[in-house]
């Protein structure tokens, strides 16, 4: 049993030295897009950290989460500018100078078709209400895309 | 813009993988009862489920996948070449 263990063991490291297996881990999900994947996944994880706080029942919460997934898809498979298809709200910010047009899938164009204004009176969440939309100001504040990691993620 | 880190793929990952299931536990406080488990909950469950298979998971199972296939196929022919060495018949 010893004997097996130290040859389990020495194979093991063999192996390990032999194969490289950490290295090669690493290196088959390197590549061109790493960096853009890294970020892209780093946003969805605050992202998602923050729908954790959100009051409200469980259809509002799997709705927001829905929602976040369906942007997270759209925002990792169409590169900027893409024409590929249009994201359904558009945030715009500006930086010294420059207008980017950041998306915020909770915060409609000012404008723009919404679904109050096509005549559709029902809420997207169901603890929203005109009078008090605590729920969707709060969910003014996630975007999918922080503004610090903006530049990154659009250079991707 | 200058980024003060690089960030880490694999602590990213796991990290978003920690999150996900922190989002999944959420799922069950926020549910008091079975009854609230109506079909439109289920349904937009099942479509919450399906995008993390489909966007985070399986990308990377993919790969892992691809590349276990290729380290496969690399040994079958180096141990192909070795065959026929031995046995020239």
């Given at each position: 049993?010893?004997q097996y263990s130290v040859q389990k063991t020495i194979s093991t490291e063999s192996f390990r030295r032999t194969k490289g297996w950490e290295e090669s881990t690493i290196l088959l999900l390197e590549g061109e897009g790493l960096t853009c994947r890294t970020m892209n996944y780093m946003l969805l994880g605050m992202s998602v950290s923050g729908l954790l706080e959100l ?102 | ?89």
């Open positions: 049993m010893i009051p409200g029942n469980a259809a509002d919460y799997l709705k927001a989460f829905n929602q976040l997934l369906h942007e997270y898809e759209y925002h990792s498979t169409h590169e900027p500018g893409s024409v590929a298809g249009k994201p359904k709200m558009v945030y715009t910010i500006r930086i010294n100078g420059l207008i980017l047009q950041q998306r915020n899938f909770f915060k409609p164009v000012k404008g723009a078709p919404t679904r109050r204004s096509e005549g559709n009176t029902e809420t997207f969440f169901a603890g929203e209400n005109t009078t008090n939309p605590s729920i969707y100001t709060y969910l003014n504040l996630i975007n999918l895309v922080p503004f610090p990691h903006y530049p990154l993620v659009g250079r991707c | 813009m200058t980024q003060p880190f690089e960030p880490d793929f694999v602590q990213t990952y796991c990290s978003l993988l920690v999150v996900l299931a922190e989002a999944y536990q959420h799922i069950l406080s926020v549910t008091t009862s079975p009854i609230e488990c109506t079909q439109n909950l289920m349904v937009t469950f099942q479509k919450v489920d399906e995008k993390i298979r489909k966007n985070i998971l399986g990308w990377v199972v993919k790969e892992i996948d691809d590349y276990c296939r290729a380290e496969t196929q690399s040994e079958l022919d180096g141990l192909e070449k070795f065959i026929s060495i031995a046995s020239p018949s």
